[in-house]
């Protein structure tokens, strides 16, 4: 059983599209993440949901709209894709101040 | 602002001996530190973590970190390196300014282990 599912795990598109990537954790956590990771492997946050109430938004471009429908779920739609969101999205899940993140296994976009 | 610095790109060591990667952090009030990996096309996975207590920090697949407060480091380590050890590892801390829910990384260190 996969603690956090993301899909789909690849996506490739023209730019000016709209896709969107589901991601949903069977752990019982309260909080749950988008993170993008650059072709250097950086991992930078995006949005951060905590009992389905957005708490951080990294000053993120309008186009990127989360939502989460309940706690186990959170999805990702993007509009007029770019060339620059061309990376892979991360989505994880963590409960409480300590707790570890749990990593899905990553949607790579690519866009042309 | 809360961060994590992982000096090296990349750590090169032979199999059977120590490795050390690096991880120094700057945070205001008493830093919440992770120790991740990563393969290859997969998702990140929690290796350790310090909150409080011991300052050695044991975890999974024998690595362990050590926390120093005075040269505001906490350096993953493991006695005795495996070819399959061989991965991206990542450094991170918990930005408690954001009420804990922000993970903030570091930009990774490429761990080779040769043969």
């Known amino acids: 059983d996969t603690a956090v599912s993301q899909t789909p795990k690849y996506l490739v598109t023209q730019m000016g599209n709209d896709k969107s990537i589901k991601c949903e954790q069977n752990?019982?956590?309260?909080?749950m993440y988008w993170y993008k990771q650059d072709s250097k492997k950086f991992l930078k946050i995006m949005f951060s949901y905590n009992n389905k109430e957005l708490i951080i938004n990294e000053t993120v471009p309008n186009r990127f709209s989360p939502k989460s429908p309940d706690k186990a779920h959170l999805n990702l739609h993007i509009n007029s894709l770019e060339l620059g969101d061309s990376a892979v999205y991360f989505c994880a899940s963590s409960q409480g101040l300590t707790g570890e993140l749990f990593f899905g296994e990553g949607s790579r976009l690519t866009v042309l | 602002a809360q961060s994590v610095a992982q000096p090296e790109d990349q750590v090169n060591v032979a199999e059977g001996n120590p490795l050390t990667v690096k991880c120094t952090y700057s945070?205001?009030?008493?830093?919440?530190l992770f120790w991740y990996v990563q393969y290859p096309n997969r998702g990140l996975q929690f290796l350790l973590k310090y909150i409080t207590g011991d300052n050695l920090v044991k975890g999974s697949y024998g690595f362990e970190a050590e926390f120093n407060k005075s040269q505001t480091s906490f350096h993953l380590k493991k006695p005795s390196a495996l070819v399959s050890d061989s991965a991206l590892y990542f450094c991170a801390v918990r930005d408690l300014n954001t009420g804990g829910f922000k993970t903030i990384f570091g930009a990774g260190t490429r761990l080779f282990v040769k043969a």
């Open positions: 752990l019982g956590h309260d909080t």
């Open positions: 945070v205001s009030g008493n830093p919440y």
